[in-house]
């Protein structure tokens, strides 16, 4: 079930599920994921709260990783 979910989030352009745990996943942006998020009209148009949460958040984690 996981396999066809991470399958769909690709064919939408999304990153596929980063699993921490059996059952716990965390999500892991690339930085070009992130910049294509941010072409997305959720974040500039729609402007989406949770969205644009998902956007900065992402580029939180990247800037910790360097």
């Known amino acids: 079930m996981v ?7 690709e064919l939408n352009g999304q990153p ?3 699993m921490v745990s059996p059952s716990e ?6 930085i070009d994921d992130l910049r294509s998020m941010q072409q997305d009209e959720r974040y500039w148009k729609e402007k989406d709260p949770a969205f644009i949460a998902k956007v900065r958040a992402g580029f939180n984690q ?3 990783q360097k």
């Open 16 to 18: 596929q599920f980063n």
């Open 62 to 64: 990247y800037s910790r």
């Open 3 to 9: 396999q066809l979910f991470e399958e769909l989030m």
């Open 25 to 30: 996943f965390q999500e892991r942006l690339s």
